[in-house]
């Protein structure tokens, strides 16, 4: 398995509160990228990153920011918990683009389960 | 941006037989497309990928195939078997892009 660490992984928080979840990645790969997984949903992505400092919306960004000060590090904040962010998260790395323009494989980390009661 | 359509939502075969799930993805520049088996509890895991150059690619019982002119891709299990239980998420995307996952399907293969 990918080096990927996601920490915590079990969390339950109080509305109105803040929290960020941490990913930490061994791999030295250049994307990083934050998904949630819902019933009826399947992944949906957050946001993600290509790069120190470069980061890009996703599909569900409101209410969720991301920071990413190294290579190895992408944190995903939710800074005011509400009880529709209860979800499975999940981070994710991948490696520079293919040579034929087409992207790389992705692979997960374990998943941070939240619950904002 | 992309979108990505999956179908079914759920699938119940017996063991043995063949299973297939199909996908259709609205950016023509989409030149890659992988499918994921995630089982209860786990994280979503590889199982194949495709790339818009090729149109089949053969893993041992899995195969994927891609119809770029019309947009979709399938996977196809033959010889299943209760392991093969698990939901698939297809997802497309091109360099530079995060991949974009269809809602899965949840397979059961019943013994």
Redesign the interface.
Known sequence: DAGITQSPRHKVTETGTPVTLRCHQTENHRYMYWYRQDPGHGLRLIHYSYGVKDTDKGEVSDGYSVSRSKTEDFLLTLESATSSQTSVYFCAISDLDMVDGSGNTIYFGEGSWLTVV | ?ENVE?HPSTLSVQEGDSAVIKCTYSDSAS??F?WYKQELG?????II?I???VGEKKDQRIAVTLNKTAKHFSLHITETQPEDSAVY?C?A????????????TTLSVSS
């Not at chain 2, 786990?42 to 590889?46: E, F, S």
């Not at chain 2, 995307?93 to 899965?104: P, Y």
Request: proline share 7%.
């Open positions: 941006g999956q030149n890659y992988p786990k994280r979503p895991q590889l990928d790339r818009s150059n998420f997802a995307s091109m360099a530079g892009t995060a991949l974009i996952f269809g809602k899965g």
